[in-house]
């Protein structure tokens, strides 16, 4: 008969996933991605550094604001949805993942520490990984944008590029999005949200970019 674990949320909260645990074995690499996904998460991306102090995840809610990427990302994931329906304590929220004290990003080793207390490294190795081959991909789309929005800009006068900045600027956006989503583990923000919407991002620019080639063409004539 397979053991119940408490949650540390709860004590009569999720039960610890059973699968086998092994050591990670994790390359620099993904290391290095998933590290900067977990900063981007933090603090870096959204604040300046926070006022010293605990804080509660109301107040996290209330200062990133609920209609926030960071939030509503959240709120759309498995622990998020767990929070909104489910007894206080049941699933983690902002405090128990990001920090206690809210007084440093939260680092892919104490995020290591943190998932620990419910899931086998496997799981969370898992996770990690494919999290990080859909940032890298994200980020090639993004390079893929920005030499293409290089290049316009030393053929095309800066009043001539409003639609392509446009479209960089949403698609960096959209890039944010990915990340969040990846390190709050929430679908809508790792695809609806984020690679799909990236995606429309760049055939638009591609398209603005054949736009002006085009035109300029005719004007040569």
């Given at each position: 008969m397979a053991r119940h674990i408490q949650s540390p949320f709860r004590r009569s909260g999720l039960a610890r996933d059973n699968a086998p645990r092994r050591t990670n074995t994790q390359s620099p690499a993904i290391?290095?991605?998933?590290?900067?996904?977990?900063w981007l998460l933090g603090f870096?991306?959204?604040?300046?550094?926070?006022?010293?102090?605990k804080f509660t995840d109301a107040q996290c809610?209330?200062?990133?604001?609920?209609?926030?990427?960071?939030?509503h990302g959240w709120r759309l994931s498995k622990h998020g949805v767990l929070v909104r329906i489910?007894?206080?304590g049941r699933a983690p929220g902002c405090v128990a993942c990001h920090t206690a004290e809210a007084h440093r990003p939260a680092d892919a080793a104490r995020?290591?520490?943190?998932?620990?207390?419910?899931h086998s490294p496997r799981y969370i190795a898992t996770l990690r990984e494919?999290?990080?081959?859909?940032?890298e991909v994200g980020n090639?789309?993004?390079r893929e944008a920005l030499a293409l929005l290089t290049r316009a800009r030393a053929e095309f006068p800066a009043a001539a590029l409003r639609d392509m900045e446009t479209h960089y600027r949403h698609l960096l956006q959209h890039l944010r999005n990915l990340r969040l989503g990846v390190a709050h583990q929430s679908p809508d923000y790792q695809w609806w949200h984020g690679h799909p919407a990236l995606d429309g991002d760049l055939l638009r620019l591609k398209g603005a970019y054949d736009a002006l080639v085009r035109g300029h063409a005719a004007k040569s004539k």
């Open positions: 290391w290095l991605l998933q590290l900067i996904a977990f870096g991306m959204a604040h300046s550094q926070p006022p010293a102090g809610i209330a200062c990133h604001g609920p209609k926030s990427a960071e939030v489910s007894t206080p995020m290591d520490q943190i998932c620990g207390r419910c494919n999290g990080a081959r859909m940032i090639m789309k993004q």
